[in-house]
Nanobody
Framework: EVQLVESGGGLVQAGGSLRLSCAAS????????IGWFRQAPGKGREGIGC???????TTYVDSVKGRFTISKDNANTVYLQLNSLKPDDTAVYYC???????????????????WGQGTQVTVSS
């Protein structure tokens, strides 16, 4: 059974940084993609970007390019580095996974076979 567990959320002041982690387990195949999404209060879930396990290739949505960085270790943990945080970044952050042949378009309509439970990030002004 695939499991994704996020950690690292918390309260941070505007301009600060956080690093979120997503520990993945239970995959029965060698390659997959881990994506990061967030959902602010009263809004839909929006994609941030993704990383492929096999080669570390990343894709980002335009709105967060330059501030957020996705990386991975040599095991099964993926990270989301959040820099220059703003109050508008307050949201629940989720990691999700899917097969590498599916295109990550930042929406949940056709992507995200497995999901974590989310971790809260609150940015104070």
């Amino acid at each position: 059974e695939v499991q994704l567990v996020e950690s690292g959320g918390g309260l941070v002041q505007a301009g600060g940084s956080l690093r979120l982690s997503c520990a993945a387990s239970g995959f029965t195949f060698d390659d997959y993609v881990i994506g990061w999404f967030r959902q602010a209060p009263g809004k839909g879930r929006e994609g941030i970007g993704c990383i492929r396990r096999s080669d570390g290739g990343t894709t980002y949505v335009d709105s967060v390019k330059g501030r957020f960085t996705i990386s991975k270790d040599n095991a099964n943990t993926v990270y989301l580095q959040l820099n220059s945080l703003k109050p508008d970044d307050t949201a629940v952050y989720y990691c999700a996974a899917d097969y590498p042949w599916l295109r990550f378009d930042g929406t949940t309509r056709n992507w995200g076979a497995w999901w974590g439970q989310g971790t809260q990030v609150t940015v104070s002004s």
